[in-house]
């Protein structure tokens, strides 16, 4: 998919797409790098777009590793069925407001990596709550969770733009949570490592 249709899907439906343009080859790494890919069984990557980072995560998991990819948008979803024929991949297209119902239904008790990049800033408050704790049940001490946000950090609330800090959401949620900042992309973004327990 090119940069230009990336573009006009992110202006036609942005509080979904949530990003102007696909991660760059930095932000991916800096958002598999704190993974223990080399250990992973079961790898999770929430709103997986193009597969920007999907491709990079690929290359790192192991042969007998299966990664759940959900994806929402139906023209990033077709371009993923499109471009990634890997039997380690199942897509998903589906909310993950589905999240536990759909790993259930596919047997799976435990998740050890999660990759996010979904937009929270464009959730209401009760869904990113919602998504943690549809998450927490499938993660065990050593699982380890990313997601990234953009620098700027800006959500809307009440009709009027205002900040968003992840940092305290993520703190109910693990028991370890860094973060650095990734300038080579479009927008900056913050990194979180969350970790489960601390290790």
């Excluded at 932000?27 to 999770?44: D, I, S």
């Excluded at 596919?106 to 209401?124: E, H, K, T, Y």
């Excluded at 990734?182 to 973004?189: D, G, I, Q, S, T």
């Amino acid at each position: 998919m090119s940069l230009r249709t990336f573009v006009g899907e992110a202006l036609t439906n942005f509080p979904t797409v949530a990003a102007i343009s696909p991660s760059s080859r930095y932000l991916a790494t800096a958002m598999l790098e704190p993974l223990t890919l080399a250990k992973t069984r079961v790898a999770l990557e929430l709103g997986a777009g193009t597969g920007a980072i999907t491709h990079v995560l690929l290359d790192q998991l192991p042969p007998n590793a299966t990664l759940l990819a959900f994806e929402i948008n139906p023209r990033f979803f077709d371009c993923l069925r499109r471009t990634i024929s890997d039997p380690r991949v199942i897509l998903i297209n589906s909310s993950v407001e589905n999240l536990d119902s759909e790993l259930h239904r596919r047997g799976i008790q435990q998740v050890d990596s999660v990759i996010s990049s979904l937009g929270l800033a464009f959730m209401p408050d009760r869904e990113r709550e919602a998504l943690f704790q549809r998450l927490s049940p499938f993660l065990h001490p050593k699982s380890v969770f990313t997601q990234y946000q953009y620098i700027h950090g800006l959500q809307f609330v009440g009709g009027r733009l205002c900040r968003l800090n992840l940092r305290p959401l993520l703190n109910r949620y693990f028991s370890s949570v860094q973060s650095k900042i990734v300038w080579l992309n479009l927008p900056p973004a913050f990194v979180f490592t969350c970790h489960a327990q601390t290790l």
